[in-house]
């Protein structure tokens, strides 16, 4: 399981960007009230998430293209490890609290914990859509040619499509029925599992609702890996109700282990330099 990989921290799609004509573009299309209609129009604050959640989903979709063209010019010699390149073909399911395609990639039946670029959702009529290829997505044509004629603020039909990602929060709004059937599958599978392994999770308070799921199983062996030790084991300790002093200590293959309840086992790594085989045996 990858709740958060840090390899999606993703530095152009095929053909370069434009940002600011793209951005004026949606500015001009969806928020071109003037300052003073603003109080006025009721639909000022729809415009504005609109505007801002958009120009999120493609600033994050151009960098997963630019990291993927990037990844493609590497020879196999100077490539990094990638955790995703590891999960490939393994026998194991894969939640993320990623919104890149990578996930995908490596799992047909990836779970998206808090959604992905790959879809977007009309909140004014309940509909779901998908992206298959973000990599050959073109943005200003996507937002000219497509969303612009599906975005309706007109009387008699309103439509109303936004991205269908949401950011770690301690209170989970619902967008879509489709994070409500996540989240239950997520629960599922976490409280029948054997072993659990989480990447890259620092499992803070915006995490709560993953935590919860995570409290129901209490029999699984838990293996979480992370660069930042002291904070995870301070945080995971809180959340499981370990005593936080009561570990045994390992180094094995030059990294540190705590090894808690005979079952909670925090390893200091950094993913880049990670061996997966080692961990979901």
């Known amino acids: 399981m990858t709740p958060g990989t840090g ?9 370069p960007i434009d940002d ?13 009230q003037p300052d003073s209609s603003k109080r006025h129009d009721p639909t ?36 990094l490890p990638n955790i995703y390149a590891q999960l490939k073909d393994k026998e194991c399911q894969i939640v993320t609290f990623n919104y890149t395609s990578y996930a995908r990639q490596s799992c047909s039946t990836a779970i998206y914990f808090h959604g ?8 004014e009529n309940k509909n779901d859509f998908l992206l298959d290829d973000l ?3 073109n943005l200003p044509e996507f937002f000219k040619d497509k969303l612009s004629a599906e975005i309706s603020f007109d009387a008699d039909r309103k439509a109303i499509p936004i991205p269908s990602f949401l950011p770690p929060l301690k209170l989970q709004p619902i967008i879509s029925k489709r994070y409500i059937d996540t989240w239950y599958h997520t629960s599922q599978l976490m409280f029948r599992a054997n072993k659990i392994v989480i990447l890259g999770c620092s499992f803070t308070v915006a995490d709560n609702y993953f935590c919860d799921i995570l409290r129901e199983n209490s029999d699984a062996q838990i293996v979480i890996i992370d660069k930042d030790m002291e904070t995870v084991s301070r945080n995971v300790c809180d959340i499981l109700q370990l005593p936080p002093n009561r570990y045994s200590r390992q180094m094995v293959n030059g ?27």
């Open 7 to 15: 390899e999606d921290n993703v530095t152009n799609p095929i053909k």
């Open 44 to 79: 000022v604050d729809v415009r504005d998430y609109l505007y801002i959640s958009w120009i999120l989903w493609a600033y994050l979709v151009s960098e997963e293209q630019k990291l993927t063209q990037q990844r493609m010019a590497e020879t196999e010699e100077t490539r």
């Open 116 to 123: 992905s670029l790959m879809e977007y959702v009309d909140v």
């Open 135 to 137: 990599g050959n997505i």
């Open 20 to 32: 600011d004509r793209r951005i004026k573009y949606i500015r001009h299309k969806w928020w071109n």
């Open 255 to 281: 990294r540190e282990q705590r090894k808690y309840n005979n079952r909670v086992t925090i390893v200091e790594a950094d993913l880049a330099e990670v061996n997966l085989d080692e961990y979901l045996k």
